[in-house]
């Protein structure tokens, strides 16, 4: 999830005051929050049903349902794969800057991933299906000893990971070590630092993404036999083709109006992913009834509300503070010492 110096990886939003830097002082990529951002509502769309079925993690797919098609090929699995990639990239972004300011800059990384599981193992207490368990384990057994492997090396993993994931698991959570490799070697390769610079490679990328996501969807609606592959496979096409689009977006006259959106929502992810989580339950106990039965004009009601709510709440708060509550006590635990929370 839920990262730069913040539960995901992210840069200042407009109108959010203050320097344009991270916590650690890098200057911050607006592209990234605005990423984080938009995954973030795809993410809370596409759980509401889970998390509100207290405590059952999966759930029929909506796809089965005729009118809810729409789901199952545009939203479920097409999200996690862009906050795994952003992970992976916010971790290495986190390692440069501390390299620059940490005698140990790996204790450091040890740190926030054995914080990062403390968070997930509490919000496992309200609900079963927490990603941030599986990113802290993940990021501890593979992503902090890729930090001493050469950047080639992290990209051939990555691709091997990612083809076993598919071959073997189906996808799934199973697809997260080779994200997380993948979002580093973008990073140490030094692509990202450039992710803002020219609208011509995200937007050739995302032809490709597209090309590829086309049949990917068709493969995935015609062919129920297989349907855990086609789904990831999609997924990953389709996560490619948002990301490109945000980014080409981002270099038109729509850019200030994606950072108004998204942003705040990007910059407080861990807070406003685990809220979620209690305001989802909460709703149900009102609503009552099986979730599993609820219409998707419900669940897109009720992930809106939420949205909305914590957009407004996440834009207030960053106006006088430099992170959200729980991203400062994440790098309060990474840097073992308090850092200024007041702008």
Known sequence: MPHHDSPSHAPAPSGAGGPA????????????????????????????????????????????????????????????????????????????????????????????????????????????????????????????????????????????????SLAVYGGGTALVPGLFLLGSALTRYGLIDRTERSIL?????????????????????????????????????????????????????LRPALRVIFAPLGRMALTNYLTATVLVLAVGHVLGGPPDGWSMTTVSLIAGAILTAQWLWSTLWLRRYRQGPLEWLWRWATWARRPPLRR
Request: overall charge positive.
């Open 21 to 164: 830097t991270t916590g650690s002082g890098r200057p911050r990529i607006a592209a990234l929050d605005v990423v984080r951002g938009f995954a973030l509502c795809g993410i809370l769309l596409v759980n509401v049903q889970p998390i509100a079925n207290a405590g059952e993690v999966v759930l029929p797919p909506s796809a089965a349902r005729p009118g809810d098609a729409w789901m199952g090929l545009l939203a479920e699995q097409r999200f996690f794969p862009i906050f795994s990639l952003l992970f992976g990239i916010g971790f290495s972004l986190l390692l440069e800057s501390a390299a620059d300011r940490a005698a140990r800059p790996r204790l450091l990384l040890l740190r926030r991933l054995l914080a990062l599981l403390g968070f997930g193992l509490a919000h496992m207490l309200l609900w079963q299906g927490d990603i941030l368990t599986v990113y802290a384990v993940v990021g501890l057994v593979v992503l902090l000893p890729s930090t001493w492997l050469p950047r080639w090396a992290v990209t051939c993993l990555a691709a091997a990971l990612l083809a076993t």
């Open 201 to 253: 490679v995200p937007a050739v990328a995302g032809l490709v993404f597209a090309a590829g996501a086309a049949p990917a969807l068709w493969w995935q609606t015609g062919d129920r036999s297989d349907m855990g592959l086609s789904m990831a496979v999609a997924g990953l096409l389709v996560a490619g083709v948002y990301v490109c689009a945000l980014l080409v977006v981002l270099r038109t006259p």
